[in-house]
C-alpha cells in the first residue's frame, strides 16, 4: 500500500451506515461534534491542517471508504488511488489539507505500517506458514496485486523464488497474475519493460550490428571466390523473400553478348593509327612516356560517368539507402571492368534492397564475362567491405522494421513478427553453419529477438498490446500500443475505442497520445516532456486535423506537459500494462488521462 496515497472526504453523509464495531476507536485527536448538530464530514471542515485523529474502517466500496469517528459519527470519503483498506482496520489519520469546502487527510504510516503487519503475519499463522522475510514477501506481493492469498499459490511462490533467487517477489508475483510461464526468460523481458528498455528496434540494432562482425570474421576465413558467393548467398537466402530474388540473369546474358560484340569489333581495328606508324624513332621515349601516364592515371580513384551517378543517386532515394555505399559498390565493380551498362542494370533492375544484394552476389558469382578485370582479391574485398556490409545491415534492418507509409492494415503487425521470427533464426544458423567465434554473438542477439516477440505473444493474450517499430524518414524508431479493453463494457459500448501510444521521438523526446474514438469523434490528449515540444504539437495539429477529417471523422484534442513520477518507467504503455489493477486502470483512462 502507497502511504503517500490522499483521501478526499465527500461532501455528503450516508446517515444509513450503521458501524459493526466491538469497541469504539481510541483518539489522538477528535473531530468536535459541535453540539452533535454537524455531521461529520461538515464538523471536519473546522480541524486545523497538521491535526490528527483515529478512526476505523467500517466500510470500503470501491475506492469509497467510511471512517468511523468518536462519537459514533461516520467520515464518508473517496480515495483518490486504491488502497489496501479492509473493514475493522484502525488508523491514525493527518489532516493534510483544509479548504474549508474540501479536505484532504492521509493516513498515517506509523498506524499503516502496523495495520499491514497485522495482517501479514495474520494470513500466514491462517495458512500455517512460519512468518519469515520471504514469506512477508509473498503475502505482501499478492496483496498489493489483489490476487488471492492461499497456501497453494505461496507455496508455488516459494518454489519459484527458491528455482530464480534473483528474481524480486514482484516479478514472479506479475508474471503469475499475467498467466505468463515463469522461466530465467519471462523473467528478464519483465524486468526489462519495467526498465523500459524492452524495445524491438533495439534487437534490431543488435542484429544488424553482430551482423556485420560476424559477417566479417566468416568471410576472412574464406579465399576462394566460389566459397566467399556461396556463403553470402546462404545469408541472403535466410533473410530473402521471394521478391527479393536476383532478377538478372536473362539481362547478364545480353549485357554479356553486348560486350562479347564490343570486343570483337575492337579487335577489327588497326592496332596503330597512321600517325602512330609514322612516329620517328626519336619519338619513341615520348610514347613510353605516354603508355606510364596511362598506367599512372589507372591507379588513379575510379570517376563514375554521369548516367552511373544518375543511377546510383536514383537508387538510394528508391531503395531508401546512403547514397555514399551504392557509390562505393559502383566504382568497386567499375574497377572490375564493368560496363556502364552493367552497373546501371544491376542498381534499376533491384526492386527491393536484399535484391540489389542477391543481383551483385549473382555478378560475382556468375558474371566474368562482364566483369574482365576481376581478381579473387577483389571479390573479397567487395563482399566483405563496408559498402556491401552497409547494404546487407540497412535491408535487414528494413525486413524488421514497418514502414510508416504503408501501414494500413492490422494483419502487417502479425506478419512482421513472423517474419522477424523466422529471419533471426535462420540467420543464426547460417552462421552457426559456418563456425566462427563471434557468430556466437549474432545467435545471442538472435536469441534475444526471438524471446522478445515470445513475450509480447503471451502479453497479448491479456491485453490489446504491441510494439510498432517503424521507420520514417530513414530512420528506425519504436512505438508502444495498448488498446483499453474493459470485457465487461464491451457489450454496452461497442461504439467506443480507447487506445495509448508511446513514441520515442529525437527531437520531442518520449510522448504519450491517447485516443479515443466516440461515434465519428476522436479526441486526442498529447503528453510530452516540455513547453516546446508541447508549441510544436499545436503549431502542427492541423496537419492532423486534415488527415482525420479526409477519413470521415472529426478531431479535437489537447497537448499537456507530463507530471513527473517517480513509479513511472517513462513509458506510460508499460505502466499501464504492468499495474495493479488493469480494470481500474482502463476505466480511468476511458474518461480522464492523467499521468
Do not use: W
Not at 34 to 40: D, P, Q, R, V, Y
Not at 154 to 183: C, E, G, H, R
Not at 525 to 547: C, G, Q
Amino acid at each position: 500500500m502507497d502511504v503517500s496515497n490522499n483521501i478526499q472526504l465527500n461532501n455528503y453523509v450516508r446517515n444509513d451506515v450503521q458501524p459493526k464495531v466491538d469497541a469504539q476507536p481510541s483518539t489522538q485527536g477528535a473531530v468536535p461534534s459541535a453540539g452533535g448538530e454537524l455531521s461529520a464530514n461538515a464538523a471536519i471542515t473546522q480541524v486545523a491542517e497538521g491535526q490528527m485523529f483515529n478512526g476505523q474502517i467500517v466500510d470500503v466500496q470501491g475506492k469509497d471508504v467510511s471512517i468511523l469517528l468518536q462519537g459514533n459519527k461516520t467520515l464518508n470519503a473517496h480515495m483518490a488511488e486504491a488502497m489496501n483498506l479492509n473493514i475493522g482496520d484502525s488508523l491514525t489519520f493527518l489532516v493534510k489539507e483544509n479548504t474549508g469546502a474540501n479536505v484532504t487527510i492521509k493516513p498515517m504510516p506509523e498506524s499503516v505500517g502496523a495495520m499491514k503487519d497485522n495482517v501479514i503475519f495474520g494470513v500466514l499463522e491462517q495458512n500455517g506458514m512460519s512468518p519469515t522475510e520471504k514469506n512477508y514477501q509473498i503475502v505482501d506481493q499478492l496483496m498489493n496485486n489483489n490476487m488471492p492469498v492461499n497456501k497453494e499459490t505461496m507455496q508455488k511462490l516459494m518454489q519459484q523464488s527458491y528455482k530464480f533467487p534473483d528474481a524480486s517477489m514482484d516479478t514472479l508475483v506479475a508474471l503469475n497474475k499475467m498467466n505468463i510461464p515463469v522461466s530465467a526468460e519471462s523473467i528478464a523481458q519483465y524486468e526489462q519493460y519495467q526498465a523500459n528498455t524492452h524495445q524491438l528496434t533495439g534487437d534490431v540494432a543488435r542484429l544488424a550490428q553482430s551482423f556485420e562482425s560476424s559477417f566479417t570474421e566468416v568471410l576472412s576465413g574464406l579465399t576462394e571466390p566460389a566459397e566467399i558467393t556461396s556463403f553470402t548467398g546462404e545469408v541472403l537466402a535466410a533473410v530473402s523473400d521471394q521478391a527479393d530474388l536476383q532478377n538478372i540473369s536473362r539481362e547478364f546474358e545480353q549485357l554479356a553478348k553486348m560486350t562479347e560484340a564490343e570486343t570483337l569489333n575492337n579487335m577489327a581495328q588497326p592496332v596503330k593509327s597512321e600517325t602512330a606508324q609514322a612516329l620517328p624513332e626519336s619519338a619513341v621515349p615520348a610514347a613510353v612516356l605516354g603508355e606510364a601516364a596511362a598506367a599512372a592515371d589507372a591507379e588513379m580513384p575510379v570517376q563514375l560517368p554521369e548516367t552511373v551517378q544518375a543511377a546510383v543517386h536514383e537508387t538510394a532515394e528508391r531503395l531508401e539507402l546512403p547514397e555514399q555505399n551504392l557509390q562505393g559498390i559502383a566504382k568497386a565493380l567499375k574497377e572490375m571492368g564493368a560496363s556502364d551498362k552493367t552497373v546501371e542494370t544491376v542498381l534499376q533492375k533491384s526492386e527491393t534492397p536484399m535484391q540489389l544484394a542477391n543481383n551483385i552476389n549473382e555478378l560475382m558469382k556468375n558474371g566474368e564475362s562482364l566483369l574482365p578485370a576481376k581478381t579473387e582479391s577483389m571479390v573479397k574485398e567487395l563482399l566483405s567491405g563496408d559498402d556491401f556490409k552497409s547494404l546487407l545491415s540497412e535491408s535487414i534492418k528494413q525486413k524488421m522494421t514497418l514502414d510508416g507509409k504503408n501501414m494500413e492494415h492490422p494483419e502487417e503487425v502479425n506478419d512482421l513478427y513472423k517474419s522477424m521470427y523466422e529471419k533471426a533464426g535462420k540467420l543464426a544458423n547460417a552462421f552457426s553453419n559456418a563456425g566462427g567465434q563471434t557468430g556466437g554473438n549474432l545467435e545471442q542477439a538472435a536469441k534475444g529477438m526471438q524471446e522478445r516477440i515470445d513475450f509480447m505473444q503471451n502479453l497479448s493474450n491479456m491485453y490489446g498490446y504491441a510494439q510498432l517499430p517503424v521507420r520514417l524518414d530513414n530512420r528506425e524508431m519504436n512505438s508502444d500500443l495498448f488498446v483499453y479493453m474493459n470485457k465487461k463494457r464491451i457489450k454496452e459500448n461497442k461504439g467506443d475505442v480507447s487506445a495509448l501510444l508511446h513514441l520515442d521521438m529525437d527531437h520531442l523526446g518520449p510522448t504519450d497520445c491517447h485516443v479515443s474514438l466516440h461515434g465519428t469523434t476522436v479526441h486526442t490528449k498529447f503528453y510530452v516532456e516540455d513547453e516546446i515540444s508541447a508549441r510544436v504539437l499545436d503549431e502542427h495539429m492541423t496537419m492532423l486535423e486534415k488527415a482525420v477529417a479526409e477519413n470521415g471523422f472529426t478531431l479535437t484534442n489537447e497537448t499537456v506537459l507530463r507530471e513527473p513520477s517517480l513509479n513511472s518507467s517513462g513509458n506510460r504503455v508499460v505502466d499501464e500494462m504492468l499495474g495493479n489493477d488493469m480494470e481500474q486502470s482502463v476505466k480511468r483512462y476511458s474518461f480522464d488521462v492523467r499521468t
